[in-house]
């Protein structure tokens, strides 16, 4: 199941605007049509990530952060963000969040285009007054979860995200030179 940045036809997957918002009246317009599933919240939320990369782009993008967690005003400074936002801000760990694309692997450094790219979900839970949505990164073995809640609004939100931003393994690219070590044999 993938929700992608461009206009798609294909089975299991919802089309959104092609590109990444440019600013925040721009991502909660789209919010609007996108944000009316658990899957499309879960795309808006990697939408605001991307365009958080961006230092030009970060006040705009804390803004749509905030819009589609449902999070208080100064939400990089609480203490339930701060290693999220400390993520967000490292080049060095941007490739936690881009190994959700499709496409991405330890092996091709986790590269995407954030303007145009698909997540992968594995399937969803109905809790009592939530839904954990089930993604693929390609730098996990296991399955991510980002848990979203519809409010009164009709539209759903990212209420808990710490998967997106728990390690994976790191790009290839990365990695020490370890093959004259037996120890790091077949892994």
Request: proline residues 5%; charged residues 25%.
């Amino acid at each position: 199941y993938c929700i992608s940045a461009k206009p798609l036809k294909e089975k299991n997957t919802v089309a959104s605007a092609k590109g990444l918002p440019s600013t925040y009246a721009d991502f909660k317009e789209r919010c609007h049509t996108v944000a009316v599933t658990p899957e499309g919240a879960v795309k808006m939320y990697f939408d605001a990530v991307f365009c958080y990369f961006d230092p030009s782009r970060r006040t705009e993008a804390s803004k749509m952060l905030r819009y589609i967690m449902h999070a208080d005003a100064n939400w990089e400074k609480k203490q339930k963000y701060v290693t999220f936002a400390r993520r967000l801000k490292d080049p060095a760990c941007h490739y936690i969040f881009r190994s959700f694309a499709s496409g991405t692997s330890p092996q091709n450094g986790y590269r995407m285009s954030p303007e145009n790219y698909s997540l992968v979900f594995s399937g969803k839970s109905n809790e009592a007054d939530y839904v954990r949505v089930f993604l693929i990164s390609s730098g996990s073995d296991s399955r991510r979860i980002v848990w979203v809640k519809q409010y009164q609004d009709g539209l759903w939100y990212v209420i808990n995200n710490a998967d997106t931003y728990m390690k994976v393994r790191e790009p290839a690219s990365s990695r020490p030179d370890n093959s004259h070590d037996a120890d790091y044999d077949n892994r």
